[in-house]
């Protein structure tokens, strides 16, 4: 590939970084390599060859690397998201999820002494700022597992708790 976008000139504080960081033992490798690879380019080699210097095969993802850092400064050595799923939940209705899941709840208004995913999301999905779309992982990411971590009250005076039979079988 040729030089259609070349490196910046680089700053004295930007060669110090990626010269400190190609020399860093405990850093992650990728941003090992991209400090390399950049101070490679900057010393006048081609994407091509830079790539070869450090036991890459394309010059082509040193020039994304590249134009990436001209852009973006010293943040392109970080490796940004790889991927997934985006979070559909915003940190309003996180924290309202996680309150519920908090909360303990009672046999007179939820039926029930133990909390479950599922009873967070019925109580969720009926609450008056309503959210119709519910994530588990959520909770989950909250510290609160399928039982474990959810907050629950004790039985009613009278109310004997019912215990799963060993060969009981977890519906989820």
């Not at 588990?136 to 907050?151: A, K, Q």
Request: aromatic share 2%; with cysteine.
């Amino acid at each position: 590939m040729s030089h259609t976008r070349p490196l910046r000139p680089l700053t004295t504080d930007e060669r110090t970084e990626l010269t400190a960081l190609s020399h860093a033992q405990s850093a992650p490798a990728i941003e090992v390599t991209r400090a390399i690879l950049l101070l490679l380019v900057s010393n006048g080699h081609s994407y091509q060859c830079a790539a070869r210097e450090t036991g890459r095969k394309s010059g082509d993802a040193v020039a994304h690397l590249v134009a990436r850092f001209n852009t973006d400064g010293l943040a392109a050595v970080t490796p940004r998201h790889g991927g997934g799923r985006a979070s559909i939940d915003d940190t309003d209705a996180r924290t309202r999820i996680l309150r519920e899941a908090n909360r303990t709840p009672t046999p007179q208004h939820d039926g029930t002494a133990t909390c479950s995913l599922t009873l967070l999301r019925k109580a969720l999905r009926a609450a008056p700022d309503g959210l119709p779309r519910v994530s588990c992982r959520r909770t989950r990411s909250g510290g609160f597992g399928r039982t474990h971590g959810l907050p629950t009250s004790e039985p009613a005076p009278g109310v004997q708790r019912v215990r799963p039979s060993a060969n009981a079988k977890l519906g989820w």
